[in-house]
């Protein structure tokens, strides 16, 4: 089965670019199901039902998110009604909505799976100890994906080391910067420690590079980013799994301008 994942995407501009790109891309590469992180995609950050729906509409199945998942509450309800937008599974409970869904397709059923990682981050409960636990509950789901969403670039290797052989993929987000070793570690899982971004390439992780300076060099004490515009990038994988044993046969890494 061919599967999809995006990286974050980045405020309206980063939805557009999303829809102009999508479409086709899934058309030429027999793309079977599309998993995307929408935690930035509302601009100044977060998810709306709104920026959700654009995504949903432009073709992909599975929306994950991150640190930023509940920075819009008008979302806070869109969590708890639909099932294919999930937030991090290790946010302190009770929150809303969950930490991983399942998707029927015709040849297997996926878990996709969202997780925080604890360094440098706010440090919620322990991945390494809930992924066990949800490895073990969706036993019977050959095909897992984990959105790993992390700051630490040996968290994320560590963490898909310790889940190698046991899921299907563990893809790395968060950062919004692309990393070059997309991999099939020893035990068949497809493995990238970032998957990158969805937005604008003249940037700072997507938003406007001057407000970032002036935030960095003490010019300004707003904490306020919008989204950047001109050309705009899609950071991907595709990865070909095999849906009877989960195994990952091959990953590919995709930076569309
Ligand atoms: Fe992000
Ligand atoms: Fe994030």
Redesign the pocket.
Known sequence: MKILFIG?I?GRIGCEHLRRILPDFKRRHNVGLVIA?G??SADRNGITPETAEHIFTSGVNVITT?N?AFRQSSCNYYYEECPYIIRPANFPEPSYGKGFCIVDMISAQVCVINLLGNVFMNQYGSPFELVDKLIDENSGCPIKIIDFHAEATAEKKAFAYYCDGRVSAVLG??T?VPTADAQILPNKTAYITDVG?TGAVDSVLGVKKEQSIAWLTGKSLSARFDPADGTCQMDCVLMDIDAKTGRAVSVEQFLIR
């Open positions: 974050d980045v992180n935690e930035n991150g930023h987000t968060h919004h971004m």
